[in-house]
């Protein structure tokens, strides 16, 4: 069975960082782009950063650019969001996805994109 489980979330005051981990089961990693996505009560789900199958490319959205960085390691199947100088407008549950890509060497932060994703994990910035 293929899973995504996110991992890392919670409280922290306004300038903390977290790190959040997206970690695969059933599957392989490495064959798949990443995306990091966030839901906050009442609005859409927003694409905020991805990174291709190698690592070797990245894509943030405007919010979250110079301070959030991703970055996996297929060894542990893993990938990885560092989120600092977090904002209460950074709260929101965060998933990661996983988009089957082959034949693509840039990853994009549209959902539809997304064939697998995980469960969630809350963050919550506050003082």
């Known amino acids: 069975q293929l899973q995504l489980v996110e991992s890392g979330g919670g409280l922290v005051q306004p300038g903390g960082s977290l790190r959040l981990s997206c970690a695969a089961s059933g599957f392989t990693l490495g064959g798949y782009n990443i995306g990091w996505f966030r839901q906050a009560p009442g609005k859409e789900r927003e694409g905020i950063s991805c990174?291709?199958?190698?690592?070797?490319?990245?894509n943030y959205a405007d919010s979250v650019k110079g301070r959030f960085t991703i970055s996996r390691d297929n060894a542990k199947n893993t990938v990885y969001l560092q989120m600092n100088s977090l904002k209460p407008e950074d709260t929101a549950i965060y998933y990661c996805a996983a988009d089957y890509a082959p034949s693509r060497t840039t990853c994009n932060l549209r959902r539809a994109q997304y064939d697998y994703w995980g469960q969630g994990t809350q963050v919550t910035v506050s003082s």
């Open positions: 990174i291709n199958r190698s690592g070797g490319s990245t």
